[in-house]
């Protein structure tokens, strides 16, 4: 899958800044964590709450910088947007924590195929191995096979591209001629 880099996840965020967005402008939290549908959905739920809930002349009172007679009618779009801000906060720690698992994970794997390249050299040095060819495959090497269609080097051991995935009439792994029908 080839996504643009505007909707990849870019590794790990940070939960306050998240947070911090999210209160400025109801949305701009979950853009920060590239979470686009759940911001505009916010800010859809926001702007929901001041036209279901808030009555118009609390509205007005506030656009044009007058006295509210009370309050608790403007509180229904302020809960919406603490709400936003708390779930732009969990979001980002999700993905904090995700990271630093994939991350760990690839550490493990890393170490893990040091270790195979490690022992892998080592059995290449006794049988006198240089880089990835024995000694008597050197001569070979200028003489190496290529595909047809890309060019490429060819493994002999494949009856096909490993590149362009071109098939070969040769013999593969399996004697078979090259062919695939049973």
């Given amino acids: ?10 590794g790990p965020k940070r939960p306050w800044l998240a947070a911090l967005l999210a209160l400025v402008v109801t949305g701009l939290g979950h853009a920060y964590l590239r979470r686009w549908l759940r911001g505009f959905g916010w800010f859809a739920a926001t702007f929901a709450a001041i036209v279901l809930l808030v009555p118009p002349e609390v509205v007005e009172a506030i656009n044009t910088g007058g006295t509210i007679a009370n ?18 906060y969990l979001l980002a720690r999700e993905t904090q ?23 892998r050299a080592s ?3 006794e049988r006198g191995v ?3 060819v024995a000694p008597d495959q050197l001569s070979d090497e200028a003489d190496a096979p290529s595909c047809p269609a890309c060019g490429k080097e060819l493994d002999p051991d494949l009856d096909f591209c490993p590149w362009c995935t071109t098939k070969l009439d040769r013999a593969g792994p399996n004697g078979d001629g090259g062919s695939t029908d049973q």
């Fill in 130 to 132: 240089v880089g990835d």
């Fill in 71 to 88: 309050p608790v009618d403007a509180l229904p779009p302020v809960f919406v947007v603490v709400a936003s801000a708390v779930d732009a």
């Fill in 1 to 10: 899958m080839n996504l643009p880099r505007v909707l990849r996840p870019s």
């Fill in 97 to 119: 924590r995700d990271a630093r698992a994939t991350r760990a994970a690839t550490m493990t794997a890393e170490a893990g195929a040091t270790d195979r390249a490690t022992d």
């Fill in 123 to 125: 059995d290449d040095a």
